[in-house]
């Protein structure tokens, strides 16, 4: 089963706008990972953030993880055209130190030039 | 240079044939991934490779699921007696180390009618 849950599970926007994605998770986790996925396309590494991090920034990209709540978030400013694709967070499996992930079910993003 | 590179990009088979799906990592990376990706069950991982060896193949859906790694390079994910629920995505991933973020190709998209 899925340990990330995802919302929205669809997004919808304008260039330019920012777009954010939540990504809920169940166990202990030593770090979060964000991919993004192109339609047809392989996934591709965004981020990582480690447990005892609670923000991370890589360009327009802005990551949050609140272990307490066992959630984060990603935001993506001033969003492009070339943005839109599928994003997933994962998690390492609980007792594993290599990448045993478990992926959410992904949130598309659309971006309308 | 390249990055993970996966053979065939498409493969369509009928039902009780056997598949190989071969898998390329980046050059030194020493650990590779098999993953699955289906509409109805998202990415589930399959098997881990460190070196040749698999030390997790606890993702392998069944006994007609198997994987091989030579040279500490390429890998091949055979697939036995095809049924439709095969149907998939069979994406490979590699990592310079086991705690490093995964490298994907772009997949192997598998028909079975």
């Known amino acids: 089963s899925q340990q990330g849950e995802e919302d929205p599970q669809a997004l919808s926007i304008q260039e330019g706008e920012n777009a954010t994605m939540n990504c809920s998770y169940k166990?202990?986790?030593?770090?979060l990972q964000w991919y993004r996925q192109n339609s047809g396309r392989g996934l591709v590494h965004l981020i990582l953030?480690?447990?005892?991090?609670r923000e991370k920034h890589s360009g327009r990209l802005r990551v949050t993880l609140d272990t307490s709540k066992k959630s984060s978030s990603l935001l993506i400013t001033a969003s492009r055209a070339a943005d839109t694709a599928s994003y997933f967070c994962?998690?390492?499996?609980?007792?594993?130190?290599?990448?045993?992930?478990?992926f959410g079910q992904g949130t598309i993003l659309t971006v309308h030039p | 240079g390249a990055g993970v590179s996966q053979s065939p990009s498409n493969k369509v088979t009928e039902k009780g044939k056997d598949v190989e799906l071969r898998c390329d990592p980046i050059?030194?990376?020493?650990?590779l991934y098999w993953y699955r990706q289906s509409l109805g069950q998202g990415l589930e991982f399959l098997i881990y490779?460190?070196?040749?060896?698999?030390?997790?193949k606890s993702g392998l859906p069944s006994d007609r699921f198997s994987a091989e790694r030579t040279g500490g390079s390429v890998s091949t994910l055979t697939i036995q007696r095809t049924q439709q629920e095969d149907s998939a995505v069979y994406l490979c991933?590699?990592?310079?180390?086991?705690?490093?973020?995964?490298?994907f190709g772009n997949g192997t998209r598998l028909t079975v009618t």
């Open positions: 490779f460190q070196g040749n060896s698999a030390p997790d």
């Open positions: 953030i480690r447990s005892n991090e």
């Open positions: 991933a590699s990592s310079l180390r086991p705690s490093s973020p995964l490298h």
């Open positions: 050059s030194g990376h020493t650990a």
């Open positions: 994962a998690t390492e499996t609980p007792g594993t130190s290599y990448g045993k992930l478990t």
């Open positions: 166990t202990s986790i030593n770090n």
